[in-house]
Structure formats: C-alpha cells, structure tokens
T-cell receptor, first 118, second 114 residues
Framework: EAGVTQSPTHLIKTRGQQVTLRCSPISGHTSVYWYQQALGLGLQFLLWYDEGEERNRGNFPPRFSGRQFPNYSSELNVNALELEDSALYLCASSLIPLLPLSSYNEQFFGPGTRLTVL | AQSVAQPEDQVNVAEGNPLTVKCTYSVSGNPYLFWYVQYPNRGLQFLLK??????LVKGSYGFEAEFNKSQTSFHLKKPSALVSDSALYFCAVRANSGYSTLTFGKGTMLLVSP
C-alpha cells in the first residue's frame, strides 16, 4: 500500500512569491492534515481537511490556505512568502477522525516538502 | 489549550543501555497520547499510542510508553538502545472530543553511541 506522497520534494522561492504544495493521502483516508516544521519550533499544526471541508485551523495568518479535492488529495497555498516561512511542510492523513472513544486512528505522515524562501 | 512538554532537547545513551525520553502533557479531559519518530530528511513515523486501557503501551521497534495520569506524563522507554534508534522523537497529545487536533512537543534528539 502506498503511503502519503507529497510534491515537490524541494522548493526555492523568493520573498513575496506564492507557492502551492501538494499531498496525496493513503488510499481510503479521508482526512488530510498540514504541519509546518521550522527549525527549533517543532511541528506546528496548520490545517485539517476532512471530506472536502476545513475542520480546524492553526494559529497562522490567512495567507496560508488550502483545499481538499473530491479524491481527498490536498493543496497548501502560501501567498506573499516571508523568510520565516522557510520550513519543512508535512502532510499527514488518517481515517475518519470521529470514532468511538475507545479508538482513534493515528496520522500517517508523508516525507515533506522543504521550502526555502530567499 | 492543550500542550506538550519534552524537557530534554537531547538524550545521550550508550548502546545496550535502557533509554527514557520524557513527555508531560496538558489537556482538558482524557487524553489521546502518541509518540512519533523522525529520521533525517524523513517524515514522522508512528511508534505507539495510548487511547484507553492498560497504562503500559507497547509499540514498534521494541519501544513502550507508560501513561501516568496523576503526573500527566507519557514517557517513552526501551530496555536496550540500538545505535539505529538515534533520531528525533516527538510526543503528541489530542483531546478526545470533536475536531480536536494533535499538539506536538518540540522533540527530543536521541543519540545512541556504540
């Protein structure tokens, strides 16, 4: 079974530009999550999509946005890039999140997209 | 708001010795707790989770973790460390309600020396 895939692997942009990152979840997974992993800051939650709807959003400015397509793949868009946006962007997927209290499906992560903003 | 603290930026242990990576959490209600591992230039790999039941949880690669509700801790342990265990380890917590999200700690680098 194929895991979570992300494209591109690496990306170099200049300040002020816009970027789109892509993620394909594991087959059968309906939830897609986006995280930012900046040096020294750990993983910061960005966005959560499930069944095409945005379910939750982290503490990031509106220039970070995304969407989920009918096939459950997802895009993360970042407008007006700033130097501090340089980070590894990780996508994860899971089965439907609303389960009985005795269970919760863990998230499976892709390899990430390394974004460098110059 | 929920939070995770991993008090050690780095843990050093000799191969063959037991290892512990510490994690404490804060969340409303009963927690869902997770450990993930990240190897260089890779995404995160799931190690184990605590949802309910037995406080000692066994996971991948010989790792285990003990849930301690009174101390709000979920320390990761392994009886005998391997050099190949050297990696970045993340603890994460989620409340067991609605569209609650995962909150990760800042990570602990584990270095196992030969």
């Amino acid at each position: 079974e194929a895991g979570v895939t992300q494209s591109p692997t690496h990306l170099i942009k200049t300040r002020g530009q816009q970027v789109t990152l892509r993620c394909s979840p594991i087959s059968g997974h309906t939830s897609v999550y986006w995280y930012q992993q900046a040096l020294g800051l750990g993983l910061q939650f960005l966005l959560w999509y499930d069944e095409g709807e945005e379910r939750n959003r982290g503490n990031f400015p509106p220039r970070f946005s995304g969407r989920q397509f009918p096939n459950y793949s997802s895009e993360l868009n970042v407008n007006a890039l700033e130097l501090e946006d340089s980070a590894l962007y990780l996508c994860a997927s899971s089965l439907i999140p609303l389960l009985p209290l005795s269970s919760y499906n863990e998230q499976f992560f892709g390899p990430g997209t390394r974004l460098t903003v110059l | 708001a929920q939070s995770v603290a991993q008090p050690e930026d780095q843990v050093n242990v000799a191969e063959g010795n037991p290892l512990t990576v510490k994690c404490t959490y804060s969340v409303s209600g009963n927690p869902y707790l997770f450990w993930y591992v990240q190897y260089p230039n890779r995404g995160l790999q799931f190690l184990l989770k605590y949802i309910t039941g037995d406080n000692l949880v066994k996971g991948s690669y010989g790792f285990e973790a003990e849930f301690n509700k009174s101390q709000t801790s979920f320390h990761l342990k392994k009886p005998s460390a391997l050099v190949s265990d050297s990696a970045l380890y993340f603890c994460a917590v989620r409340a067991n309600s609605g569209y609650s999200t995962l909150t990760f700690g800042k990570g602990t680098m584990l270095l196992v020396s030969p």
